[in-house]
């Protein structure tokens, strides 16, 4: 397991934190909560993207590109980082963003990560929910190169199996972090989405033997859909890695309890791990990703779901961007703050 073998530029701020949050771990009053601090890699306000992206930007200039092109949703914390990094490479970038919303709300459609991807420099077309992006990126990108340009498609949240090294690499940053501060982790929560993050760290963490469980919070797919994703992508970041076979179906586990009407429509429930993130901690989450997440870690400590001498490791993915694109979902709560 030799991650220096694969082409990558080095430009996310690691290794990130691990922090233990002691004011959550006393309002729950069970086990021992931590937080690994991916909103902190450093690129345009961080997040998870940014460790993909070391890996998915080098095979980009590898083969020549002067374009990049990516999807995500309309407030797509990856898409905000694939601009800064071709920002920071110079690289055209092209982001097609889906409506999976349906939001009129001017903050949602342009302020957040959409202000943030204009002010990178990148250019970004709306395509309707629903819409085949894949197929759309191929598209742009047969355009593209009839004008003479050489574009790289990303895939929708850089989840392919070189987007998932970079949570390969979190993997090994983490237990190592954990060994050389003798911290006994016996559970990692992460929000799980386009599937990369999970991917990359269940194949880090079995190459490593690590023994320890991880646990998805899906923020879109059902229980069945997300686990198959992320199995089958975990299955092809191990070939990649040298590792055929190292991920079992059964280390695969998501919760999908938490997603509520769909993705990107927050429910009661992740405003509240907002608000107790923000106040306990002073940490921002976001109503998309790190918010559902948080949701479903601080509703299994809830139903003792882990015990009171256990040490859980919240990986914080980031995407606090994304509030001043929901600051309407906030406005009944504020109210009360204005004395
Ligand atoms: C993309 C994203 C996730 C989900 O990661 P995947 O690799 O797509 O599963 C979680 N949190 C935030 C803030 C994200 O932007």
């Known amino acids: ?105 001017p903050n949602y459609n342009g302020n957040g990560n959409v202000l943030l991807d204009h002010l990178h420099g990148a250019t970004t077309s709306r395509r309707a929910g629903g819409v085949d992006m894949a197929a759309e990126m191929e598209l742009l990108a047969d355009r593209l190169r009839a004008e003479g340009r050489r574009p790289y498609i990303i895939p929708g949240g850089g989840s392919n199996p070189t987007g998932a090294l970079g949570y390969v690499n979190c993997a090994f940053e983490l237990v190592g972090q954990a060994n050389d501060r003798g911290l006994v982790i016996d559970q990692i929560v992460t929000a799980t989405g386009s599937a990369g993050t999970q991917a990359g760290l269940v194949t880090g963490l079995k190459a490593l033997n690590a023994g320890i469980p991880l646990l998805g919070i899906g923020v879109r797919a059902p229980k069945e859909k997300q686990e198959a994703n992320v199995f089958a992508l975990a299955q092809k970041t191990s070939e990649k890695l040298g590792c055929p076979g190292v991920v079992a179906r059964a280390d695969v586990v998501a919760n999908c309890d938490y997603v509520g009407q769909g993705y990107g429509i927050p429910r009661a429930d992740t405003l509240e791990a907002i608000a107790m993130f923000a106040q306990l901690e002073g940490i921002l989450l976001d109503p998309v990703y790190s918010g559902k997440g948080a949701a479903g870690l601080i509703d299994l400590i809830r139903k003792g779901q882990f015990s009171k001498g256990q040490r859980v490791v919240f990986l914080h993915t980031g995407g606090a961007a994304g509030l001043f694109g929901y600051d309407a979902v906030f406005a009944e709560d504020r109210k009360a703050l204005e004395v």
Request: charged share 25%; net charge neutral; glycine share 8%.
């Open 1 to 105: 397991m030799h991650l220096a073998r694969f082409p990558r530029i080095f430009l996310a701020h690691l290794p990130t934190p691990l922090e233990r949050l002691d004011r959550l771990t006393k309002e729950l009053g069970g086990p021992e909560i931590w937080i690994k601090r991916d909103d902190c890699t450093g690129l345009s306000t961080g997040g998870n993207k940014t460790r993909k992206l070391e890996f998915l930007m080098a095979e980009a200039e590898i083969q020549g590109a002067d374009t990049v092109i990516t999807q995500g949703a309309t407030q797509s914390n990856h898409a905000r980082q694939t601009a800064a990094f071709a920002a920071r490479l110079g690289l055209a970038c092209h982001i097609l963003l889906e409506d999976r919303t349906g939001s009129n709300d």
